[in-house]
């Protein structure tokens, strides 16, 4: 069974940073592209970060310069760095392994999502 769980969410000031993490279970995880999204209440999902499985990787322009999308391969981890945070940043945080966006995946799992709170 394929597992991804989340975890490093939480409370942070603007400015400050958090770092998430993703572990992946039950399949080859260094062989897969992976990504972070986020979803704000109200708002549609959006693709954060990709890397694929050469270490490739692309953020958006909103997090650019300020999130750094990594992954540990020997763990199994995927990681999404987050500094510079701002009130714009909070929402429920995903990972995903072979997700469509920019992937091109066909087969994506998801994790269960970590929540981001950041207060001005």
């Known amino acids: 069974e394929v597992r991804l769980v989340e975890s490093g969410g939480g409370s942070a000031q603007a400015g400050g940073s958090l770092r998430l993490s993703c572990v992946g279970s039950?399949?080859?995880?260094?062989?897969?592209?992976m990504g972070w999204f986020r979803q704000a209440p109200g708002k549609e999902r959006e693709n954060v970060a990709n890397?694929?499985?050469?270490?490739?990787?692309n953020t958006a322009d909103s997090v650019k310069g300020r999130f750094t999308i990594s992954r540990d391969n020997a763990k199994n981890t995927l990681y999404l760095q987050m500094d510079g945070l701002n009130v714009q940043d909070t929402g429920m945080y995903y990972c995903?392994?072979?997700?469509?966006?920019?992937?091109?995946?066909?087969?994506?799992?998801w994790g269960q999502g970590t929540q981001v709170t950041v207060s001005s």
């Open positions: 890397i694929d499985a050469d270490g490739k990787n």
């Open positions: 039950g399949y080859t995880f260094k062989n897969y592209c």
């Open positions: 995903a392994s072979d997700p469509e966006e920019w992937c091109a995946g066909g087969h994506p799992y």
